[in-house]
């Protein structure tokens, strides 16, 4: 038996969690033993400008106490810790288990956690000494194995109950072979290596029931943000044939960004902005896009970058946007009577436009209007709708302190805003005044779009609180009003637990008529590919009019391939893979112990 002792702690935690003495089985098998130093216990959000306290390359540990969520972004990792053992792991903004508590690392820590956290670890946290210990052993191994096992038969079993002609049969197929690799490796005590080998046999297949469960959905939209480097006819063709040998049906491809078009724009050239994109020079890859795409089947929406500018400094950029036309540039509170437009430091230090002045929003809307009308997209989805993000640092909505609607805000309610503090009863109309100029925009995008019969989408953000304070984006007003057609709001989370909760915040308050295509983040924060069917099947359960994957640059061959195992493969039966596991099946009534075969050769 091994037994981890700690002296008293000085920590007040719940009961029974990974703060208590951590005892093993007296059968149970060490694999693998880490600890690291812990720099923080609940941090206190007040002494930090960093999401949920987090600092760079820190390991935080979050309890209960802290509140209901870790509040962290998407740069790092998490694990959830239910009594002493790892339950799942997140990418962000986890949700804290009543019963347990969240290890949460950036940079040097997330690696750490990446390295030495799996689902099945078990845990203890040494308050007094600040460290965390990691145990990775047999029954982790086997907990891991169960629990997939248990995960892929609810999905089988959801889908029984729900379509007709579901075919369950490789699914199952993977939860029998996993099952029986699980039945040899519990008989096996005595060898380790024997014991490892057919528990992490166990976890793969179990792993592929869950890859394989979930059916083809024909009117599913399968999309995926791309922002395009290919630079010939040639390259752009064999970007669309992999997305269609992928599964894919739609793209949401960046055609507005940093200022700049990938396409050669006369509205640009009107208004002395550089005319198009430097490496697309002699190029035009919007128009290769859009016809090879459609002879593919497969649509096209393009991303556009409303009121962001990107990080380049104007002084280093001539012809940029904000360099011809400096007075369009956003200003924060602090320099509002600085004649240069500010950094948004929360934003890669990004340059942004203001959605008060009406030069601005009649420059974008040609700009939009001469996509519809010159590439006839299938859509536009409009990002960065929004005032740069206001974060504690610069006195929470500190932003849009411009001469233009400083101006105006004035003459509509007799007082200078930049004289307005949070406590002033005339800061709520301040919000609204900044609101309802990102909010006529959107409606001016949307009634062009009808007009065209062009769909009009955009991306939000899911917690309406946080989209309304901090970014002054009313997307409920979008919705009720029937502005928009649909939604595309990016969830930066690949735990399934966390995206149902925030598709749940969206489903809440949208209207019905809003369409929501979910956009999921696993890969670009390197996930595990089965996290992606997890969330997939989240929005299917709550009947999401689609997924958007962002993005393409990260969804690589190992994802790809999870996605064309069942969710993305139009096929309906894999015939080859069923074969594989029936003849796996087949091989365990001739199976020997490897260690046996060996002592007879």
Avoid: C
Wanted: charged fraction near 20%; avoid cysteine.
């Amino acid at each position: 038996m091994i037994s981890v002792n700690a002296e008293e702690a000085t920590f007040v935690a719940p009961s029974g969690v990974a703060f208590e003495p951590l005892t093993l089985n007296q059968s149970e098998v060490v694999f693998k033993q880490s600890s690291a130093k812990v720099d923080s216990i609940d941090p206190v959000l007040s002494a930090s400008y960093y999401p949920g306290g987090r600092g760079a390359n820190k390991l935080i540990i979050y309890t209960p106490n802290f509140g209901i969520h870790t509040g962290t972004n998407e740069f790092g990792t998490e694990a959830i810790v239910t009594g002493n053992i790892v339950t799942s792991l997140s990418g962000a903004d986890s949700t804290i288990p009543a019963n347990g508590l969240v290890i949460s690392g950036h940079g040097v820590a997330k690696n750490w956690i990446t390295q030495n956290v799996t689902v099945g670890s078990k845990v203890y946290v040494d308050t007094e000494n600040r460290t965390i210990t990691v145990y990775t052993t047999s029954d982790s191994f086997s907990y891991e194995a169960k629990s997939k096992i248990f995960e892929a038969q609810s999905m089988i079993d959801y889908y029984k109950n729900r379509m007709l002609n579901y075919n369950s049969k490789l699914a199952e197929n993977h939860i029998q072979v996993a099952e029986n690799y699980l039945k040899i490796a519990e008989n096996e005590t005595r060898n380790s290596v024997v014991l490892k080998q057919y528990t992490q046999e166990a976890i793969d297949e179990a792993n592929m029931a869950i890859k394989t469960s979930l059916p083809y959905i024909d009117s599913e939209l399968k999309g995926v943000w791309i922002r395009p480097t290919e630079t010939s006819r040639e390259q752009i063709i064999a970007t669309l044939d992999n997305l269609k040998a992928n599964g894919f049906n739609s793209v949401f491809l960046e055609t507005y960004f940093h200022g700049k078009t990938i396409f050669p724009s006369q509205v640009m050239n009107k208004y002395g902005f550089t005319v198009q994109n430097e490496i697309f020079q002699g190029f035009d890859p919007l128009d290769v896009w859009i016809k090879e795409a459609h002879k593919r089947g497969i649509k096209v929406h393009t991303w556009f970058q409303s009121f962001y500018v990107g990080n380049q400094s104007p002084e280093s950029n001539p012809s940029s946007i904000l360099s011809v036309r400096p007075d369009w540039g956003n200003k924060t509170k602090q320099y509002a009577n600085s004649s240069r437009p500010t950094k948004s430091l929360s934003e890669h230090n990004g340059y942004f436009l203001d959605p008060a002045n009406p030069e601005v929003q009649e420059f974008l809307e040609e700009l939009i209007k001469e996509i519809i009308t010159t590439y006839r997209p299938d859509g536009i989805n409009l990002d960065y709708i929004r005032y740069p993000n206001a974060t504690a640092g610069n006195d929470m909505g500190a932003w849009g302190f411009t001469d233009y609607a400083r101006n105006e805000f004035k003459q509509m309610y007799g007082v200078d805003p930049q004289t307005l503090t949070v406590s002033d009863v005339q800061w709520y109309d301040w919000n609204q005044y900044r609101r309802s100029n990102v909010t006529n925009f959107v409606q001016k995008i949307g009634k062009l779009g009808k007009q065209e019969h062009v769909y009009i989408s955009a991306v939000i953000f899911p917690d309406i609180a946080s989209a309304l304070a901090s970014k002054q984006q009313d997307w409920r007003t979008w919705s009720s009003n029937d502005y928009i057609d649909g939604f595309t709001p990016l969830f930066l989370t690949y735990d399934s637990k966390m995206l149902a909760s925030m598709m749940n915040d969206v489903m809440r308050v949208k209207s019905p008529r809003t369409d929501l295509y979910a956009g999921l983040f696993v890969t670009f924060m390197g996930g595990a590919s089965e996290d992606l069917i997890r969330q997939i099947y989240e929005t299917r359960k709550m009947n999401a009019n689609g997924v958007i994957i962002f993005d393409y640059a990260h969804t690589t061959p190992v994802y790809t391939s999870t996605l064309m195992a069942s969710a993305f493969n139009s096929m309906k039966e894999n015939k080859n893979q069923i074969a594989q596991t029936q003849k796996k099946k087949r091989s365990f009534r001739k199976k020997k112990n490897p260690k046996t075969q060996q002592e007879k050769s």
